[in-house]
């Protein structure tokens, strides 16, 4: 798996999860989902995307680096 697929599993994950929190516990888990969507949008215009650094680490090859264009 590619960083850029793990960053879109990991959003995915992490809207599913504030989905069912704000289903069993709070509306204010929609909270999680926004920032969510925020941090999407700001990575794409900066570059910067911390889950994207951290996969990086964990050994995750960019998509160009292992020819998955």
């Known amino acids: 798996m ?3 697929n793990g960053v879109r599993v990991f959003a995915g994950t992490m809207v599913l999860i504030s ?5 069993f516990v709070s509306p204010w888990w929609l909270l999680l989902t926004a920032f969510v969507g925020i941090q999407l949008i ?12 951290v996969l990086r680490k964990l050994g995750f ?7 998955c264009n």
């Open 2 to 4: 590619t960083v850029e």
């Open 19 to 23: 989905v069912a929190l704000v289903y």
């Open 61 to 67: 090859k960019n998509a160009a680096a292992c020819g």
């Open 42 to 53: 700001q990575s794409a215009f900066t570059g910067f995307c911390p889950p994207a650094y």
